[in-house]
């Protein structure tokens, strides 16, 4: 009995034994400054891998902001980064040097845009500097809305909208135009924009159109239709 005992636990123990010990291989990956300082003593290949560690998350930088131009403005930083590889004195991390020039690149292009050359950008949104795709399709929206809505009007209030907001003409040559003197054009201005805003809101999903295309006068008379006009 002892030794059928003996027998079942020698068993036992050895249906429970562990599994040998399999070698483990440590892969080492090399931090940045090691790869730089190996790219700026001439090896090429260390200056491709570290680049292309980046290259997503620099990417993903621009085309959160100007999703049109993502491509040539991250292919700009690294070549900046490129050119300037020497000048990085490893004050900070290398990525952290990278998004500085990333950041440049950014400003450089926000400045080209015309008219935005002295911009704020602690004030200003790239909302208000660059039109992105859904921007751009909710401007062709507004428009199309705010064409409908003036094609509704009596000729002559279309007319005089058109005439005073897209083309600019005030009030004493509108007065020349249709024959009437300043002040009863002022008064037909104040009810043709009353009308346009009541036509507006018969459109389906309109809104009163925003900034960026030939509206922004005439949308923005319409946010208070009732002042007096200065034209």
Same mark, same amino acid.
């Given at each position: 009995m002892a030794q059928s005992l003996v027998g079942k636990?020698?068993?036992?123990?050895?249906?429970?034994?562990?599994?040998?010990? !399999?070698?483990?291989?440590?892969?080492? &990956?090399?931090d940045d400054l090691t790869m730089l !300082?190996?790219?700026?003593?001439?090896?090429?290949s260390a200056g491709e891998a570290l680049c292309?560690?980046? +290259?997503? @998350?620099?990417?993903? +930088? +621009?085309d959160h902001k100007i999703p049109g131009e993502a491509d040539d403005l991250t292919q700009q930083t690294f070549l900046a980064c490129i050119k300037a590889r020497d000048q990085f004195l490893g004050r900070s991390t290398f990525r952290t040097y990278l998004f500085s020039i990333a950041r440049n690149e950014l400003i450089t292009r926000l400045r080209r845009i015309p008219k935005f050359e002295h911009v704020d950008l602690e004030t200003s949104s790239l909302d208000e500097l660059v039109s992105s795709p859904s921007s751009e399709l909710r401007k062709h929206?507004? &428009?199309?809305?705010?064409?409908a809505a003036l094609r509704q009007l009596p000729v002559e209030q279309q007319l005089l909208?058109?005439?005073?907001?897209?083309? @600019?003409?005030?009030?004493a040559a509108l007065a020349e135009l249709f024959e009437a003197p300043p002040g009863t054009i002022r008064v037909k201005l104040l009810r043709a924009r009353r009308a346009l805003r009541e036509r507006l809101g018969t459109i389906p999903s309109s809104t009163p159109p925003t900034s960026g295309h030939p509206n922004d006068r005439?949308?923005?008379?319409? !946010? @208070?239709?009732?002042l007096v006009d200065d034209a």
């Amino acid at each position: 009995m002892a030794q059928s005992l003996v027998g079942k636990e020698t068993l036992r123990d050895r249906s429970v034994a562990p599994p040998p010990v !399999q070698p483990c291989y440590i892969r080492l &990956v090399e931090d940045d400054l090691t790869m730089l !300082q190996r790219w700026r003593d001439g090896d090429r290949s260390a200056g491709e891998a570290l680049c292309a560690r980046h +290259f997503d @998350d620099v990417y993903r +930088f +621009f085309d959160h902001k100007i999703p049109g131009e993502a491509d040539d403005l991250t292919q700009q930083t690294f070549l900046a980064c490129i050119k300037a590889r020497d000048q990085f004195l490893g004050r900070s991390t290398f990525r952290t040097y990278l998004f500085s020039i990333a950041r440049n690149e950014l400003i450089t292009r926000l400045r080209r845009i015309p008219k935005f050359e002295h911009v704020d950008l602690e004030t200003s949104s790239l909302d208000e500097l660059v039109s992105s795709p859904s921007s751009e399709l909710r401007k062709h929206e507004e &428009v199309a809305q705010m064409r409908a809505a003036l094609r509704q009007l009596p000729v002559e209030q279309q007319l005089l909208l058109e005439l005073h907001y897209w083309h @600019d003409l005030d009030a004493a040559a509108l007065a020349e135009l249709f024959e009437a003197p300043p002040g009863t054009i002022r008064v037909k201005l104040l009810r043709a924009r009353r009308a346009l805003r009541e036509r507006l809101g018969t459109i389906p999903s309109s809104t009163p159109p925003t900034s960026g295309h030939p509206n922004d006068r005439l949308s923005s008379s319409l !946010q @208070d239709p009732d002042l007096v006009d200065d034209a």
